[in-house]
Each structure stands twice: as C-alpha cells, then as structure tokens.
C-alpha cells in the first residue's frame, strides 16, 4: 500500500504529466519535417526525368550488350535503332522507349538499313559494321561512335 505525505503528488497526476507531447516538441517535428520536405521532393523529380545523358548511356550500354552477346555466343548481334517508332533494342530483347524531346539519328552500313530501322552488327571476331549514334536533346548532342574494325563503343558529348 502507497502512502501519500502532505504536499506529494500521487501516481495519477505524474502519469497526465508525463503523458503526450507539448506544442514546442510538435512544432520542431513538423519544421523539420518542412525542411526535409523541402529538400527531398525537388531532388526526387529531378531524378525521375530521363535526359540526354540517360539514354546516350543506355544506348552504349545497348551497344557493348550486343557486342559481348556476338562474342561469347559466337553468332553476330544487331542492336536495332526504330526511328519510327523511336525506340532502340537489341534485336529480340525489350525494347527501351524514347522520351518526348530526344531524337536519335544513327549513321549506319547500308546494308543494315531496313525501311525506318538503322542497325550496328556485330561479329564473333568482335568486330562491327560500325556506326555513329546520335542523341538530341535541345541544344544538347551526344555521340556515341562504333569503330567498324575493333567493334570499340566510344561517347563523344558535344555541346
């Protein structure tokens, strides 16, 4: 059993005390819930736009894919560029969509010229028909540049 000397508190009013939060620890919370809000928000919608950079990227990556796939199967790889569609593919793999505002052009052999799609080659050897790739975005104009002879996949960024 408790006993209660004159002047103490009982359990009751400590438990309402020390129960729940005050005004100036709910402001903090939500200033700096403001704050991070403001920071993070911005930053997440400059990284869901795809730019010219993006897809030169994945285009190269696309690129060396095709070239390593010739070599290690032993069978020639095309990597495919639909400019009516506006898409890029190595052929028979999902395809990657272009984004509104960028163009590609491609500079390809004449033989791997087939109604609106332009396509590099690649051989066992390692080898290519080579090509030159280009990314536009605005101002912007990224080649990506395929040497016929060694199949080599170089980026050339030009303003």
């Known amino acids: ?14 438990l309402r005390v020390s129960a729940g939060f005050t005004l100036i ?4 919370v939500l200033t ?3 704050l991070v809000m403001a920071v993070v928000v911005p930053a997440i919608n ?4 795809v730019t010219a950079n993006d897809i030169a990227r994945d285009v190269q990556i ?11 199967q032993q069978k020639s790889q ?5 400019m009516q569609k506006r898409q890029f593919q190595i052929r028979g793999r999902k395809t990657t969509q272009l984004p509104d505002g960028i163009e ?21 050897d390692g080898s290519s028909t ?28 030009e303003l």
């Open 78 to 82: 095309a990597f495919e560029v639909d």
């Open 1 to 14: 059993m408790q006993k209660l000397a004159v002047g103490s508190k009982s359990v009751a009013s400590e």
């Open 62 to 72: 696309g690129l060396r894919k095709a070239r390593s796939d010739a070599v290690t």
């Open 32 to 34: 700096i819930l403001a």
């Open 104 to 124: 590609l052009t491609a500079k390809v052999a004449q033989s791997e010229v087939m109604d609106e799609k332009a396509a590099v080659r690649f051989y066992p």
């Open 25 to 28: 620890e709910m402001l903090v």
């Open 130 to 157: 080579g090509g030159r790739i280009s990314v536009h975005q605005d101002d912007e104009q990224i080649l990506i540049n395929v040497d016929w002879l060694t199949g080599r996949v170089s980026l050339v960024q």
């Open 46 to 49: 400059r990284g869901m736009t």
